[in-house]
């Protein structure tokens, strides 16, 4: 991820991951970090570790923190939904410097979405594209947090529903289904007077009937322990 | 081991004369030293464990124990003797008396100098692993201890703040982290266990001693350092990486972190609170189960011991944690039913009324969550300049909001829970009236339930943590009665165990019945195998 911009930028052997990997605990990478956070931006990649290596060393330097690129990096995290990179990023942000404005904003998203009200969360995205749009690729990471969560929970979803959860409509709509089902086995119904029903593929969470009984194996490392003691 | 600053009283307001060295004590290192040098383990673990405690309650309990310099005379000067003593002297100060500042900079000063030794390699002893754990828990907490310290501005003379300054790199968190990590890298210990998995190292089985002649000081306090370091970053809000620091210690299988209980407790206390903070609510579930069933059962046998208060004290914490965990994650049949009938009667009526989420069940949350939390540090140092003002509570302050954020963004899904036990198939216009809603609402909050039980863990990988699942086709909801999967693996495992133990204990196996003991019990498990396919 990234690796290569890293490598040229730096003129020096290791990769960024390098760096976080054996300078763990090293003020001196901190402005290799903050030039890996754009990188991640230009070149939409992400890497979880490295970021919230450098919110660490905000944390024991604060007077070295950027409030530019602490914001780059909670709209990187809000992209990684489902996952809850978002959290891990703010329990390590001073509560006054959460308290600026644009991280008040970042935060207000953050909870619409944990919440599943999309259709709250495009509204205020819209009213702060300054933030947003300053991180490309950000509005389809997003539509695809709300199929995974739509995903998760619908086997069949009204077309409105799904509309406005993705915020995409009318004919932009009926490319980006055309797209779904030549792609992901999304299937489109008619259903009786109601416009139409998207049938989402099933999975063991949105069909519990599907799950494997996993629960009841014995993993190998238990069985090799017990003829480990015999022998 | 909670500081109340200022309070107490200070040494020398008791005639202590640092120079005195009673007979006891004079035997006592001179004992300690020998055995030291020869090595006889068991010994060092006695004086250390039992004699040690018991002249600090004879002698000194009230002040600190004599000066280093005034026992070296007995130990031939021997300079690593002399800095585990002051280790020792600093940890007892520590636990009965107020450090100074300038007492405080000299401790960290003799962690520098012992753990400098032991990573250039020169030290040639085969120490307690209790001994070795109490230097690791000790150096955290007096960090941890430091950060409290200074983070009390307010009352500071002049003096304790040109003291801060000048020594600004005493238990500096990058220094703290570094040592920990140097002893993690120094000491190879995340290849050794590695190697232990293809049979090629004995350090488990060794409880971490080495019987070759070599020392077991830098590998173990290696090991116990990736404990220390899931213990550091919890305290400073850092979940994800303090379990990627204890990663390398499989906590699912018996190790040499379980065989020193506080070890264990401290292991198990911050790896769940650290998945709690995650929401991955099922693994902590797991796993503080398991800690609070073996406390339940093994408590009788750690009453003398020192740490026996410590213990008891997480021990509760941990019942409280749990509390929390299953009133976000209603999944009792996950706990045994002894720790559960604990937890009712400690928590019982607590946890009803967590489950209404009004503004008395965040009272709860709050209550338990401050009760039961690690004692969150502000690791960097406070702006010298006026108005000096107290930040002690800022860390503590920022981890309850959001702990609390998210118990909020929960609120509605008890609720929920509620209806979905009681319907196989409801549609969304009569569910969203039964909850007093309007039908999007109600979509928002199925949802959140969905995303809230649906962890994803650190590869990435979706896991269900639902109690009642559910599926909605169109405008109709269809629960999905998860049925406790039988576990026929786990009590194979069992039987199997119990038949090999039995062997063992009255065979002494030849070449051949070992052969087909082995044989016998491998067709068992392809019996297991087959069965579950």
Known sequence: MGRETAKA?????????????????????????????????????????????????????????????VARILVKALMAMPAPDFSLCLFLIPERVQMEEQFKTLIVLSHYLETGRFRQFWDEAAKSRHIVEAVPGFEQAIQDYA?????????????????????????????????????????????????QLIVLPRDEYNDPILKKNTADSVPFEHIAHILNNLS | MADHDEQRLQPQD??????????????????????????NVYEIHQLYEASFQTLSERHFKDTPWPSVDAVAQYVDNDHVFCLLYREMWFRHLYARLTPTLRQRIDSWDNYCSLFQVVLHGVVNMQLPNQWLWDMVDEFVYQFQSFCQYRAKMKNKTEQEIALLRQFDQAWNVFGVLNFLQALVEKSAIIQILEQEKEGLEQFTANDGYDYNGGSNVLKVLGYFSMVGLLRVHCLLGDYDTGLKCLQPID?????????????????????????????????????????LLYIFKTKVYHQKSPQYEQILKKNEQMYALLAICLSLCPQSKLVDETVNSQLREKYGEKMSRMQRYDDEAFAMYDELFSYACPKFITPSAPSFEEPLVNYNQDAYRLQLKLFLYEAKQQQLLSGLRTFLKVYSTISLAKLASYMEVDEPTLRTILLTYKHKTHAVDSAGKVISNADVNFFIDDDTIHVVESKPPKRYGDYFIRQVALVCLRLQCCLCFSGLSRIIIISYITILFLHVYSFKG
């Open chain 2, 251 to 291: 906590i699912s299988q018996p190790g040499v972190f379980n065989i020193v209980i506080g070890c264990h407790i401290t292991t198990i206390y911050h790896y769940g609170f650290a998945n709690l903070m995650l929401r991955r609510y099922v693994e902590a579930i797991r796993e503080f189960n398991k800690i």
């Open chain 1, 9 to 69: 930028q730096q003129g020096t052997a290791y990769t960024v991951e390098q760096l976080v990997a054996f300078n763990r605990y090293n003020p001196d990478i901190l402005p290799d970090l903050e030039n890996y956070v754009n990188d991640q931006v230009s070149s939409q990649t992400y890497s979880l570790e490295s970021n919230l290596c450098l919110l660490r060393l905000y944390q024991f330097e604060p007077e070295k923190m950027s409030s530019q690129i």
């Open chain 1, 147 to 195: 199929i995974h969560v739509l995903s998760l929970t619908y086997q069949r979803i009204p077309r409105t529903v799904l509309a406005e959860a993705i915020n995409i409509e009318g004919l932009a709509l009926d490319k980006f289904l055309e797209h779904q089902v030549a792609n992901s086995g999304w299937v489109i119904e008619k259903s009786q007077g109601r416009g």
């Open chain 2, 14 to 39: 008791l005639g202590y004369d640092p120079n005195f060295v009673p007979d006891s004590v004079k035997s006592f290192v001179v004992h300690l030293y020998r055995q030291i040098r020869e090595k």
